[in-house]
């Protein structure tokens, strides 16, 4: 959890956005917010992404400081992930040294942007694998098959896309369950009941998903079969901040988890017992969704990398089940285990550097008033700034920001009602511009602030990185 207090904000590119939001969810709430009740509404849907936001909003609302709700989440997410990876273990008999290979997994690529829905999902993913993993074995009291309902309930007001890839994995580990029971009884009935027991399960969930998830027409992209394999072999899932640095590492993570499973298969000759013909179903599928599926669907991106954690990590669980000798297992873990030690030391070394700056952007916060509307420009080339002004509305009242990605789309807990220049010229409130600075001030730069000030704007504070503008309207 080391780079998590390296800085007093955690820097990435959504957490500003999740942050500002579920501050938003706490204004729509206590209702006496009149900027605020103008631009956003709750989301009519029973959308996903919900877990974060609450989880967000309630720690704010327990202990009054934004800084420490999100610090708050992230600890529950680092220390639950590696926790339910090993009670998954666990519960299948798996070998619980490969339970430390979770770790690097906490710290992902997706985690370090902010997806931190799709983060925690995992967590509620796990745990439901792990109830249900004798569901098609025994008969499940009424309390097991509400708790069940209840995990995957929780994976689907996390995140909509863990929620499908979780039916995936469960009904690919179903199968050889199902079949190995037909063959013992030699008859269909018992199959069929399976069958029937999970789709009354699911059925109610798959149902919500339909009717309040929206598909979208975006041009789906997809990855070259190199860059896919290469991929692969790299654990990009893992690659968070630098190739350079952090390739070796992976790549050393990956070498391992290959050489053992060289060994699995060479010692157990392609018979496995029914634990591994489940689990390497699971690791077949995802394998065949990494290379079908596209890495953006216009609506949704980095699904790729999305997958290849999952596999990843399907395929250690597989290796837990397998006939890998103890020590080996302690050995093996115990190499890996410099590797992680090796990228959480370089990821807190970034998240300092990147905290800092974030921290001395965080000035501008007291020059925003109460009852403001805050529009952004952001200029400075780079992409990880681009909800910033989310974050610097955080510390004000009743502060709109017309640059909410998350409003603007359909599956967040909030949408715009409005967000026209007529409202914003209608409203008694004070509007400011945030400018991100680039790097090197080029022209494009200072034409803008030239053209802002010429239209009646004043600067409020400037630094290195931004620039904050005040009408004077």
């Known amino acids: 959890m080391s780079p998590l207090f390296a800085s007093y904000y955690f820097p990435s ?13 706490l204004e729509l709430l206590q209702g006496d917010n009149y900027i605020v009740q103008h631009f956003y509404q709750y989301n009519p849907s029973l959308v996903p992404n919900w ?162 998830t929206a598909y979208h027409s975006g041009i789906p992209t997809f990855l070259e079969r190199l860059d896919l394999m290469k991929d692969l072999f790299r654990w990009r899932s893992l690659i968070v901040y630098h190739e350079g640095k952090e390739e070796r590492w992976t790549v050393m993570m990956s070498l391992l988890t290959i050489a053992l499973l060289i060994l699995v298969f060479a010692r157990t000759k392609f018979r496995f017992t029914l634990p591994q013909q489940r689990v390497i179903l699971t690791v077949i599928t995802l394998f065949m969704l990494f290379f079908l599926l596209p890495d953006n669907t216009g609506s949704a991106g980095f699904i790729s990398v999305r997958i290849q954690g999952w596999l990843a990590l399907m395929t250690i669980v597989f290796l837990s089940v397998s006939t890998v000798p103890n020590r080996l297992a302690l050995a093996t873990t115990m190499f890996m285990l410099v590797a992680h030690f090796a990228l959480v030391n370089f990821h807190a070394k970034v998240v300092r550097k990147d905290g800092r700056f974030l921290e001395q952007c965080a000035v501008a916060q007291q020059y925003i008033p109460e009852h403001s509307v805050l529009h952004f420009e952001d200029l400075s080339g780079d992409w990880r700034f681009q909800h910033f002004s989310n974050f610097i509305a955080l510390q004000s009242e009743d502060v709109a920001c017309t640059e909410n990605y998350e409003a603007n789309v359909d599956y967040f807990p909030l949408c715009f009602k409005s967000m026209s220049k007529d409202l914003v010229d209608s409203l008694n409130c004070i509007e400011q511009k945030l400018i991100m600075k680039p790097v090197v001030k080029d022209s494009i730069y200072q034409n803008t602030l030239k053209e802002r000030l010429a239209k009646g704007n004043r600067i409020v504070f400037e630094n290195e990185a931004i620039v904050l503008l005040q009408s004077t309207k």
């Open 51 to 212: 877990v974060g936001h609450a989880l967000l909003a309630l720690f704010y609302f327990i202990f009054g400081e934004w800084w420490l709700a999100e610090k708050l989440m992230l600890v529950i997410y680092f220390v639950s992930l590696p926790l339910a990876a090993d009670y998954f273990i666990r519960t299948i008999g798996g070998n619980r040294w490969l339970s430390f290979w979770s770790l690097p997994f906490v710290f992902s690529f997706v985690f370090s942007i902010g997806f931190y829905n799709f983060s925690l999902s995992i967590i509620f993913a796990l745990l439901f694998l792990s109830k249900s993993w004798k569901f098609f074995e025994r008969q499940f009291s009424v309390k097991e098959i509400l708790i069940l309902f209840s995990l995957l309930l929780m994976v689907y007001f996390s995140h909509g896309f863990t929620f499908l890839l979780t039916l995936f994995i469960w009904g690919a580990s179903a199968l050889p369950c199902l079949i190995h029971d037909w063959k013992k009884s030699q008859s269909i009935k018992s199959m069929m009941m399976g069958i029937i027991k999970a789709v009354v399960l699911i059925l109610p969930l798959v149902i919500l998903y339909r009717l309040n």
């Open 13 to 25: 590119l959504d957490s500003p956005a999740h942050l500002y939001n579920a501050k938003l969810i």
